[in-house]
């Protein structure tokens, strides 16, 4: 991926805290291609996920519109997430991906402005682990570059307030980050 603008304009200014886990296993970081590439991994993400604000910019609620934005990215272990899923969902075990909001309560609208300032607007942090991941794209026939695509922009629409409490807001969720997905070059998957 190149750092160009987005489908809909100018991507937004982004900026991505990224780590990749210290423990993450050499044949899966080499499988997850430049995504898990110490390298190009960063920057990769940052016009990924400013591609997807780009995309997102008419249909979020105004105290999230904002021209610049700061996120965290980990890609990490099951035993790492499995601790985060336990110590903030109170639930055993791993899963593929976790998202810590920052913005829960929606920031009066011109809060940032009124400092006469542009200061990105924390969104939170995203979590995903590249071995529930990697389990995930063979159970989905697609290779593990996709499906990391896809958790993080599923971490990327919890962060802006999306949610799932029923089968059909999931569906309208998944739908939507396809929808994302396929804009920003991303092959549409065999199954989700």
């Given at each position: 991926m190149s750092a160009e603008i987005g489908p809909k304009g100018e991507n937004p200014e982004l900026d991505l805290a990224f780590e990749l886990g210290e423990a993450l296993d050499a044949?899966?970081?080499?499988?997850a291609g430049a995504l898990a590439s110490p390298e190009t991994a960063e920057q990769d993400w940052t016009w990924l996920v400013g591609s997807w604000l780009a995309d997102l910019a008419n249909e979020l609620p105004a105290p999230l519109r904002h021209p610049a934005y700061s996120l965290?990215?980990?890609?990490?272990?099951?035993?790492?997430?499995?601790?985060?899923?336990?110590?903030?969902?109170?639930?055993?075990?791993?899963?593929?991906?976790?998202?810590?909001?920052?913005?829960?309560?929606?920031?009066?609208?011109?809060?940032?402005?009124?400092?006469?300032?542009?200061?990105?607007?924390?969104?939170?942090?995203?979590?995903?682990?590249l071995e529930t991941a990697a389990r995930q794209a063979q159970d989905h026939d697609h290779d593990l570059e996709r499906e990391?695509?896809?958790l993080a922009c599923h971490g990327l629409l919890h962060l802006l307030g999306w949610d799932h409490p029923d089968a059909a807001s999931l569906e309208r969720m998944l739908a939507r980050q396809e929808l994302l997905l396929v804009q920003a070059g991303?092959?549409?998957?065999?199954?989700?």
């Amino acid at each position: 991926m190149s750092a160009e603008i987005g489908p809909k304009g100018e991507n937004p200014e982004l900026d991505l805290a990224f780590e990749l886990g210290e423990a993450l296993d050499a044949d899966l970081k080499s499988a997850a291609g430049a995504l898990a590439s110490p390298e190009t991994a960063e920057q990769d993400w940052t016009w990924l996920v400013g591609s997807w604000l780009a995309d997102l910019a008419n249909e979020l609620p105004a105290p999230l519109r904002h021209p610049a934005y700061s996120l965290g990215l980990l890609i990490t272990d099951d035993r790492s997430i499995a601790v985060l899923n336990r110590e903030w969902r109170q639930q055993e075990g791993p899963t593929d991906v976790l998202a810590f909001a920052a913005q829960e309560a929606p920031l009066p609208p011109d809060a940032l402005a009124e400092l006469g300032e542009v200061e990105p607007l924390e969104l939170g942090d995203i979590v995903i682990s590249l071995e529930t991941a990697a389990r995930q794209a063979q159970d989905h026939d697609h290779d593990l570059e996709r499906e990391l695509r896809f958790l993080a922009c599923h971490g990327l629409l919890h962060l802006l307030g999306w949610d799932h409490p029923d089968a059909a807001s999931l569906e309208r969720m998944l739908a939507r980050q396809e929808l994302l997905l396929v804009q920003a070059g991303v092959p549409i998957s065999n199954q989700v």
